[in-house]
């Protein structure tokens, strides 16, 4: 959630932030909302200032035989109470509406975020070179139906299409990734939680997922609860309604579970195979740190997530991602892409943001100030440390070999008994 501050101080940030992003919103509305609901508050806190000093008078009264007028006085503080509860009433429906529309509201970019959409991405670096192939590439899913490790089929029978199934060494092969990856990010400072698969819908509003992104969630609404789209919202939620003390920080976390996804809308050739699935494993790295130093703890994160593709030996690039590209909590965000030769396509493996304050304001999350005297918002980041599909595509797709067998990387062989080669059983 935006700081409601803006509208106060500083509308017209607001209001480029949003255009920046390609997005709009009623302004005006939100700061005459905002304007009506601090003047009936205002009001009622006058009225209740004057019912406290106006009940003093009356036990005055009473002290001192005028019980009449004391009755007066309690007639007329019973209107005054009457309109308290009116203006309280008033300015709660008020609040409730305004809190909605700012609910709705992305987040701020950054400055150094370049405006417009998809087609203003940066590539920052790159790193490795795509492998070069003498022999005609084949996709993943022909590598993975031919080796016996993906099965598309009777996947699609029990749950329908966009889903997969992992078979036999498929199934270790995802195995083998994700303990590589946590072992990989707890040697390096990082806590792993394991946490619920489902969450509550303050949790999913926290992160930014509710109110707007409802129809993307797979909900199990007898019991209001939802199924995680990432790790991230476990791991935001972890910490809500808390006050941490600051000595606390920087809190790195990493957790492993199972994504759910509708990709409403999603159709064309990124739906083939497992380049976008209803269900897919990932490891998530979620941080919560001071503000001043959240930036350089977004370009570490970076760094741990482009670790795991380096020691995969996978090519990838760095891509700073336009206002109008990034999800709705980010203030700044890089994508790993991947090269997947087989389907000849960049592919995102890992996406880190910076959210700022906007997640801890709406997970109400704060952390003591120095010397322990007030609080104050921390910043929190998360980031796919990496996410196993499109890694997986592009491993099959970059170690197939001409006799459709697929060299397994050096850093998952302790994780596979030693085995060299995935190989049709």
């Known amino acids: 959630m935006i700081d409601v501050r803006l509208l106060r101080g500083d509308p017209d940030s607001l209001r480029e932030g949003l255009a920046k992003r390609g997005e709009e919103a009623d302004v005006e509305r939100l700061i005459r909302l905002d304007e009506e609901y601090r003047r009936l508050l205002a009001e009622s806190e006058r009225l209740k200032a004057e019912r406290n000093a106006r009940s003093k008078e009356i036990g005055q009264r009473i002290a001192e ?10 007639d007329e503080m019973r209107a005054v109470s009457e309109r308290i509860k009116e203006l309280d009433e008033q300015a709660d429906a008020l609040k409730t509406t305004l809190d909605g529309m700012l609910l709705e509201l992305p987040n701020l970019p950054h400055d150094s975020v370049p405006a417009g959409g998809v087609s203003a991405n940066r590539i920052v670096r790159s790193w490795g070179e795509p492998r070069t192939l003498d022999f005609p590439a084949r996709p ?14 009777r996947a699609a029978k029990v749950a329908g299409s966009g889903f997969v199934g992992l078979v036999g060494e498929g199934a270790a092969f995802s195995r083998a990734l994700v ?47 939802y199924l995680v789209p990432t790790a991230e919202v476990p791991l935001m939620g972890w910490h809500r309604d808390e006050i941490l003390p600051a000595d606390r920080l920087p809190l790195r976390y990493c957790a492993h579970t199972p994504c759910f996804r509708r990709e409403a809308g999603a159709h064309g050739r990124e739906t083939r195979g497992l380049i976008r699935v209803h269900q897919f494993d990932k490891v998530e790295l979620v941080k919560i740190t001071e503000p001043e130093t959240s930036y350089e ?30 999800g709705n909590a980010a203030a700044k965000t890089y994508d790993l892409e991947v090269w997947a030769p087989g389907v000849e396509m ?52 970059s170690y197939q070999n001409a006799d459709g067998s697929v060299t397994v990387p050096q850093v998952l062989r302790p994780y596979l008994g030693g085995r060299e080669t995935l190989r049709r059983a």
């Open 297 to 326: 703890e977004l370009e570490s994160l970076v760094e741990d997530a482009e670790g795991v593709l380096q020691a995969l030996g996978l090519a990838y690039r760095v891509v700073l991602l336009a206002a109008g590209d990034m």
């Open 65 to 74: 035989g005028g019980r009449e007028a004391a009755e007066a006085l309690k």
């Open 179 to 225: 303990a590589f990856m946590l072992d990989r990010h707890r040697a390096g400072g990082y806590v792993e939680i394991a946490p619920p698969y489902l969450v509550n819908p303050p949790t999913a509003t926290a992160t930014g997922h509710l109110p707007k992104f409802e129809d993307q969630l797979y909900a199990a609404e007898r019991d209001e609860l």
């Open 140 to 153: 993943h899913w022909e590598i993975g139906e031919e080796l016996g490790i993906l099965d598309f089929q």
């Open 346 to 397: 960049w592919l995102e493996a890992s996406s880190c943001s910076n959210c700022e304050a906007y997640q801890a304001r709406r997970a109400n999350l704060r952390v003591k100030g120095e010397g322990g005297s007030g609080t104050r918002y921390p910043h929190t980041l998360n980031g796919s440390g990496v996410a196993l599909p499109r890694t997986m595509i592009a491993i099959l797709e």
